[in-house]
Nanobody, 121 residues
Framework: VQLQASGGGLVQAGGSLRLSCAAS????????MVWFRQAPGKERGFVAG????????YYADSVKGRFFISRDNARNTVYLQMNSLKPEDTAVYYC???????????????WGQGTQVTVSS
């Protein structure tokens, strides 16, 4: 499975961005696609996740109500709509995929290359 993340950029606080993660290769109909992020000097942390089959969603407390994850299975693509962005959301955002769900990044076998999100105050 290959993952290609895109959509990052520079935005002012309060603004919005939408990230995309397109999967190709041997994609699996079940399983989970998730987003993690890593800010400078910090560990990579869970942001949001979605099950490919049922569409169940999972969010970190820090983004609940502001970020929304969705999927388009026909396009093998997952989206992360980020609203009301804050400077503390600044990080490199990574998409990942695996057959099982976890809030820990250690279980995910497949990773995208990361996309930079910078929120200015």
């Amino acid at each position: 499975v290959q993952l290609q993340a895109s959509g990052g950029g520079l935005v002012q606080a309060g603004g919005s961005l939408r990230l995309s993660c397109a999967a190709s290769g041997r994609t699996f109909s079940n399983g989970y696609m998730v987003w993690f992020r890593q800010a400078p000097g910090k560990e990579r942390g869970f942001v949001a996740g979605i099950s490919r089959s049922l569409g169940n969603t999972y969010y970190a407390d820090s983004v609940k109500g502001r970020f929304f994850i969705s999927r388009d299975n026909a396009r093998n693509t997952v989206y992360l709509q980020m609203n009301s962005l804050k400077p503390e959301d600044t990080a490199v955002y990574y998409c990942a995929a695996n057959r099982a769900f976890s809030y820990s990044d250690s279980v995910y076998d497949y990773w995208g290359q990361g996309t930079q999100v910078t929120v200015s105050s």
